[in-house]
């Protein structure tokens, strides 16, 4: 089945040390998104990718970085994890439309905890 | 700007009765409706969707149709199940812009 990865499903680091999370899709995909999901709360865009072109959101911090080397692939770098930064970060892909075609298809997440 | 209102939670229900989850809307021009499920620890998965007025989305039971005299997307489903226990999103995409604006969330708990 086609589908949005991403691994691990829990990430333990500490205070200050780097951490990269991955997300992988089947879909094929152009479009890759990036989202923060504290407890109790709507999900935060951070960033997105439309192939290469990278669309960062105005109020993501700049400890929050993202790489995509292929279609395939899409990488959340956290360069400083804070105690705030704990969270559920969820990958999501869409296609490159922006009209009524347009639907995101989320992973399971990754549940970040800083120690 | 665009905004999504959804009732607040949590809803507890017995098993086999009718869910309406409230979801209304601020947006120009014509959105795109969404409802979202979230099981607990788990990711989004999309539930269903609507692209136009007066369209109905299904999937697994629950049914929205979006309301433009009203504003309104809700969700109903007609006999809730223990399996259906999540938290249920409501979003909008208007325009050509990709980012969705999300409704606070709403939790259900549907007792034996």
């Known amino acids: 089945d086609a589908m949005v990865i991403q691994n691990p499903r829990y990430q333990v680091t500490q205070f200050g040390k780097p951490v990269t999370l991955s997300c992988s899709q089947t879909l094929n995909h152009n479009v890759m998104y990036w989202y923060q999901q504290k407890s109790s709360q709507a999900p935060k865009l951070l960033f997105h990718y439309y192939d290469k072109d990278f669309n960062n959101e105005a109020d993501t911090p700049d400890n929050f970085q993202s790489r995509r080397p292929n279609t395939s692939f899409c990488f959340l770098d956290i360069r400083s994890p804070g105690l705030g930064d704990a969270a559920m970060y969820l990958c999501a892909t869409s296609l490159p439309h922006t009209g009524p075609k347009e639907t995101q298809y989320f992973g399971p997440g990754t549940r970040l905890l800083v120690l | 700007g665009n905004s999504v209102t959804q009732m607040e939670g949590p809803v507890t229900l017995s098993e086999e009765a009718f869910l309406t989850i409230n979801c209304t809307y601020t947006?120009?021009?014509?959105?795109?409706l969404f409802w979202y499920v979230q099981y607990p620890g788990e990711g989004l998965q999309l539930l269903l969707k609507?692209?136009?007025a007066d369209d109905k989305g299904s999937n697994k039971g629950f049914e929205a149709t979006y309301r433009k005299e009203t504003t309104s997307f809700h969700l109903e489903k007609g006999s809730v199940q223990v399996s259906d226990s999540a938290v249920y999103f409501c979003?909008?995409?208007?325009?050509?812009?990709?980012?969705?604006?999300w409704g606070l969330g709403t939790s259900l708990a549907v007792n034996p």
């Open positions: 979003a909008l995409r208007s325009g050509n812009n990709r980012k969705l604006i």
């Open positions: 947006a120009t021009g014509y959105p795109s």
């Open positions: 609507a692209t136009k």
